[in-house]
């Protein structure tokens, strides 16, 4: 089974930049999605961005406005968020997951455990 730990977080001022990490370990195989999703305190898990196996259709939730970028490098199995200007609403624990194409959770079957992205003003 596939494990996947994020890392990059920290604390930013607002406008300023993070690139989250998503590793991957465990059997290896080809074909799998991934996306990012977030949880702002009190607030329910959220979709960021998505990327397909091979990198050649991306998604990003609308509060992105261009902000954020997702890529991959399947040869060091990882896949990264870019994410600049960031905002404090833009405050939560980062996910990374492996699933099918999509913005929706229930979509992904495995998940990291998070890694913390506070902006402050």
């Known amino acids: 089974q596939v494990q996947l730990v994020e890392s990059g977080g920290g604390m930013v001022q607002a406008g300023g930049s993070l690139r989250l990490s998503c590793a991957a370990s465990?059997?290896?195989?080809?074909?799998?999605?991934m996306g990012w999703f977030r949880r702002a305190p009190g607030k329910a898990r959220e979709f960021v961005a998505a990327i397909t196996w091979s990198g050649s259709m991306t998604d990003y939730a609308d509060f992105v406005e261009g902000r954020f970028t997702i890529s991959r490098d399947n040869n060091k199995n990882t896949v990264y968020l870019q994410m600049n200007s960031l905002k404090p609403e833009d405050t939560a624990v980062y996910y990374c997951?492996?699933?099918?194409?999509?913005?929706?959770?229930?979509?992904?079957?495995?998940w990291g455990q998070g890694t913390q992205v506070t902006v402050s003003s």
């Open positions: 465990g059997r290896t195989f080809s074909g799998y999605n």
């Open positions: 997951a492996k699933g099918d194409f999509g913005r929706i959770a229930m979509l992904y079957d495995t």
